[in-house]
């Protein structure tokens, strides 16, 4: 249970438990993996895999107050519309780990025209397309 | 009955069709008032006015496939993120009005800090606040 | 005859009547060849293929009122402010289709360094130098 | 007579003969007048007023190999694309004074909803209504 | 003494060190005051105030390996290019009050040119002269 | 001497000496060598690789009033928090070449989490890691 949620700092997590929750919340997302690039990162830049697992991970997608799917399909909208593509191929990964349809990922691409333009939406359908390419190649003919 | 939702594109659709559509958007989103942001548009920008209309409201947002809250939410994400904060504040507002909380606004801004930065979120907080005390002025006391 | 240019939105028009538009703009920029990427886009994304073909194309790209010399460099000058330069190239490419020389577009990308910055133009002048070559290799050894 | 045109440096230019040239530039491009925001500059930040002036407007701004027009309309996209507004203003406002019609002002706008979304379109109208306003107030009643 | 600095994640720091850390960091940046932006946050929105006070400030500005001086000024050139000019405004005002000087600030807007353009330096410059005229104000005549 | 540091524009300089000390700018940050992609520009975008030579390395970077340090961190925390990382691995490595440390650097790239957000870090880092590697490959095994 998450005391946050209540709207008061919680004064007496420690680091190590926020990096506990981060691990438990990108094993949620990936499938019950640890995240590669994030790995990548504990070695030569440990304050940031820090950052990304502790308060990324921990701290902000593990708060209640909003479903997962939402976040997701929210971080995919801001991933979009700002250009960060490898970024929203990862985060749509997670929303089609959760539950997330197709389809939905392929509205918040479409709304992206109206915040950012038709050529950022464009880009984004197009990383879109490979993630879904993946993920059938993944689970092979049926 | 939305027949772009089967994936294919509506040929018979007229821009009459989309703008009466788009009408009927705003009027569910903004409590049944026109916009006037929009309204301004119509005499000095009469294309850009038929493209909000048509295009963004008749087009993008009535589109099935998605439910409105989180359509709203992610367009909060993507204007936040991007710093347009006059329009992340029109479609909060909305948002407001189709029943999503403050408490989920509030998520969407807290996650934003991961895709755009604390400032980004900072700033974004400040004009939520505008509006929930908007909010609450025009529902007087209680 | 474009109605829409005397400020009036174009009430019957169909999105079938914007999509033979967007087609017949697209052959004229593209050299009488449809967009490989809106192409792609049709299957798997058939409203922003929509979006694409009968907005941005059908209903923007058609308008009277700016040459169309002028209004592919000021979509170059903007797509390169902001980094797009995938789309930057496209739009470069539709601008030497229909006459612009090659002169005419360094000197947008070369004014893009006050918008922009100089590495925003650096970066830009390394894909045009792409498509100029290309363009060369394309027409062989004269 | 622009010797950089040819495509060589102009080796034996001094930055005095720059700002002469910037001088001129900003007097065609604003009626006789010097530019305010400039003049404001000199005196805490005497770097960048001579950055602006010898180098935007001397050496961009008066280069041959585009007309002022078609420079001014880039701009003007540009600013708008990526959100500087006060900076399209004096642009735009640049762009009248040569006499760019506000018809052609406004179709660049419109197409700013293809690369930068329809919100970044729906500030700028903003924006030029404004100018358009002040322009008409000051030619007083007729 | 700060352990993070040597490469591994401080496990068992807790949130509460982190805020007082951070209210360490904002006084001695503040010339001892709390931060008001901060304050107003603390009730609305109180986890991005745990954020900018636990994270932002108790973990990223209190880091050694780089001088409170460089650190400072590459969060203003940071602010600067991306067009957040109240919060640069912030910076460079405790960039000022950690002993950096005006020149100093103006020298790392002039570069902005380079990565940002000349007139996103411009509008840095127009927020620094505020800052400076406020400081000027704020000692009284001499 | 840089004359334009003591707040008057230096009337009688050409554009020749300007390139003369941008070339020997370069050559400090760029251990004798001069930058293939500015030698790249030479021939095609002759404006752009003056412009590149005469005012960024020959204006901004050899301006007296903050160290080359100083100012090349600034510049990797704008070009990080901007998104253009080939010109951010590009000063880094200038940086790296004038005896800032690989630490120094990560600790820019840490506080960019705060104005750009945690996955502009995280991109950045993965950039800086390649030219870490490519150092030590370059220097051999030891």
């Given amino acids: ?8 700092p919680v004064l007496a997590q420690t680091v190590d438990d926020r990096l506990k929750r981060g691990d438990a919340v990108i094993r ?12 990548r990162m504990r070695q030569e830049f440990p304050f ?18 909003l479903d997962s799917r939402t976040r997701q399909l929210a971080a995919v ?13 990862v985060h749509a990964g997670y929303a089609l780990n959760i ?25 984004a359908s197009q990383v879109l397309s490979e993630l879904f ?3 059938r190649n993944a689970r092979g003919p049926q």
Same sequence: chains 1, 2, 3, 4, 5, 6.
């Fill in 99 to 123: 539950g997330v349809s197709e389809e939905e990922l392929k509205e918040v691409i479409y709304m992206i025209t109206v915040p950012a333009g038709i050529s950022r939406a464009i880009a």
């Fill in 28 to 39: 949620d997302l990936n499938r019950g993996q640890p995240q590669p690039a994030l790995e």
């Fill in 133 to 135: 390419a993946e993920r």
């Fill in 48 to 65: 940031l895999a820090e950052a990304t697992e502790a308060y990324a991970l921990g701290d902000v997608w593990s708060r209640p107050g």
């Fill in 77 to 89: 909208a801001a991933f979009a519309a700002t250009g960060q593509l490898p970024f929203m191929k």
């Fill in 1 to 8: 249970m998450f005391i946050a949620a209540m709207g008061v």
